[in-house]
Nanobody, 128 residues
Framework: VQLQASGGGEVQTGGSLRLSCAAS????????MAWFRQAPGKEREFVAL????????LYADSLKGRFTISRDNIKNVLYLQMNSLKPEDTAVYYC??????????????????????WGQGTQVTVSS
């Protein structure tokens, strides 16, 4: 599977951005897709995930209410709508995909090494 992230950029505090991740290479019915982010000097952290089949979602607690993950299963595109952005949201955002583990497992674990396909990352910079 190939993942291509886009949509990053620079925005002021309080602004919004929508990231996209174009997925190709196979059908995604059994996949769990996710967004992670990595700020300078920090480890990559989980943002949100979605079941491609059921659209069930899970968010990092600190991001609930501001970020929304969704997918278009006709266009094979994963999205991350980010609202009320803060300077601490500045990071490189990565999309990721996992096929082998069940959704139930991913809802509990969702670690970086649970995902076996990654996009190249897109930079989001939030200025104060």
């Amino acid at each position: 599977v190939q993942l291509q992230a886009s949509g990053g950029g620079e925005v002021q505090t309080g602004g919004s951005l929508r990231l996209s991740c174009a997925a190709s290479g196979r059908t995604f019915d059994t996949y769990t897709m996710a967004w992670f982010r990595q700020a300078p000097g920090k480890e990559r952290e989980f943002v949100a995930l979605i079941s491609w089949r059921t659209a069930s979602t899970l968010y990092a607690d600190s991001l609930k209410g501001r970020f929304t993950i969704s997918r278009d299963n006709i266009k094979n595109v994963l999205y991350l709508q980010m609202n009320s952005l803060k300077p601490e949201d500045t990071a490189v955002y990565y999309c990721a995909a996992e096929r082998t583990l069940t959704l139930a497992t991913m809802m509990i674990r969702h670690r970086v090494d649970d995902f076996d396909a990654w996009g190249q990352g897109t930079q989001v910079t939030v200025s104060s």
